[in-house]
């Protein structure tokens, strides 16, 4: 996903002069390839958020379009009212761009975890909020936030992520990655690959189940998303984040007022507060949380019997 | 640079202090003391150094002026008023319903850059002001104002660092150091001092002027930028409430709103 969104702003910054690119001091092996073609518009600032996102502000109030771009909770959390009050009080076209969604950077630990990110930064005003499943939707993402002239929150994984679709056609609509209409299952973010999985098992025991991409968290498409689960008689929500805040919220939410709403069970990690997290590889992590492929078919059996 | 239709600097602050207090009066506002103890480095901005134009306000070669202790707003609303970037009627409504001019500096008023009250934001967003504008090579020049309270912010001194490394000569720090924060002195609270010494550590033109003396602020002002491939600062010593004897060098009137009999002894006091 790194190397995807680099070489995809590359190309937009080829072709509009007034991209620019901050990061604050981390990017190795990744962001060298448009510093080295761009150093005029590209800038290590320094392991200094708060500063990033107001020099940002500043760059974009003065009519250009400006990536900030770190580790998960550094360029959201750290500069959060920087980017409350600098970036999107002004409507500035800032774009923050955070790699090591969720359990990304696994073994680092729980500093190194982003489970909160992407509520936080839907909560703030004015903002777009992308979560790609696969390459494929982070070209497209990039591409869309390069010129939509918004800020906008772009969450990334790392590296190795399998496409797991057909070609994005518009990614502010939900994506079909599989087909299927009894349950549904929606999923934000490179975990969409374990709702294929699960899916693939479920279809073996006769049930059928679609799996859908929402990248896009802010603005919702509430009406695709209502068609895309019409006929299904649960909705699943899936996501490498903590329910409140993310897609859950936001789906629970959306069918909080159907007097015929189907149920929504929402499959995400749970809080950490007071409890210290193991080490271990992203997947480890995901399995430990209960989000093994197999822990989702159980989970989404039991919400069925429920019904 | 000297426009014509506005008055001598001292006429200028003269105004924008009797305005101030009378908006501040009329909201029944706070933060008085730190408008006032800036009004005579507003005065000469505007009046002789800001290539700012009312009837162009968004002009790409501007230069930029950020008002980073953004609670002090009457006066910089009175300054722009009298500026000419709208009409003085507006002050009327200040902190009123429904107005425009809010109790912390906002962008929605013409002549404002960037809406601050949160305080540490405004130098980094002047950086990323300076950083396009040597970019551009339009000559713009970044002026940004901070109290000395607001030094306490580590983000400021994230910007203090990064300006000097990366030779932004057109950036212009001035600095309303009058001693007093919001709840206590600064040499109480948190001292910054040596505080010239500190700036010239992190490789700043450091320059430390009486802040209420016009020729000197002008002086200093019409070099920036002082030295090249380095930002100046501009340690402006001043007296919080300047102008006003009873409300100089007196923490209360961080909050305080004069009354009737009180006002027209302030204005009496500057003048008006």
Known sequence: ?307 | MTRPNLPEPKEFARRIRAHALRMVHAAKASHIGGCLSMADILAVLYTRILRVDPAEPQSPSRDRFVLSKGHATAIMYATLAECGFFSLTELDTYCRDGSIFTGHVSHAVPGVEVSTGSLGHGLPIAIGMALAARHAGAGSRVFCLLSDGECDEGSNWEGILFAPHHKLDNLCVIVDFNKIQSFGSVAEVLNLDPFAEKWKAFGWQVEEIDGHDLAALEHVLSGVPAASNRPTVVIAHTVKGKGVSFMENKLEWHYRSPSDELLAQALAEVGA
């Open chain 1, 1 to 307: 996903m790194r190397t995807t969104f680099i070489e995809s702003l590359s190309q937009a910054a080829s072709e509009n002069p007034d991209i620019w690119l901050l990061c604050g001091d981390l990017g190795y092996s990744v962001l060298e390839p448009f510093a080295a073609k761009f150093p005029d518009r590209y800038l290590n600032v320094g392991v200094a958020e708060q500063n990033m996102a107001g020099i940002a502000a500043g760059i974009a109030l003065s009519g250009k379009t400006v990536f900030i771009y770190s580790i998960g909770n550094f360029p959201t959390l750290r500069c959060l009212e920087q980017l409350r009050n600098d970036v999107c009080y002004h409507g500035a076209d800032v774009k923050v761009v955070a790699v090591g969604a969720g359990y990304a950077y696994g073994s680092q630990g729980y500093t190194h975890h982003a489970l909160e990110d992407a509520g936080i930064m839907s909560m703030l005003p004015g903002i777009e909020v992308f979560v790609p499943c696969d390459p494929m939707e982070v070209r497209a993402a990039t591409r869309l936030i390069a010129t939509s002239g918004k800020p906008s929150y772009l969450r990334l994984s790392r590296q190795g992520e399998p496409n797991l679709g057909t070609a994005v056609t518009d990614l502010r609509k939900p994506r079909v990655l599989r087909e299927g209409r009894e349950v549904v299952i929606l999923a934000s973010g490179p975990i969409a690959s374990r709702a294929l999985e699960a899916a693939g098992e479920l279809a073996g025991r006769g049930r059928d189940v679609g799996v859908v991409s929402v990248s896009c968290l802010k603005p919702l498409d509430e009406a695709a998303i209502r068609d895309a689960v019409r006929d299904a008689s649960l909705i699943v929500t899936l996501e490498e984040h903590i329910l409140r805040g993310g897609l859950f919220s936001l789906v629970a939410g959306l069918f909080a007022g159907d007097a015929r709403r189907p149920p929504v069970t929402g499959l995400g990690i749970p809080e950490q507060g007071g409890k210290t997290s193991s080490a271990g590889s992203r997947e480890a992590l995901l399995d430990a949380a209960d989000l093994s492929a197999q822990a989702i078919v159980a989970r989404i059996e039991q919400s069925l019997a429920k019904r």
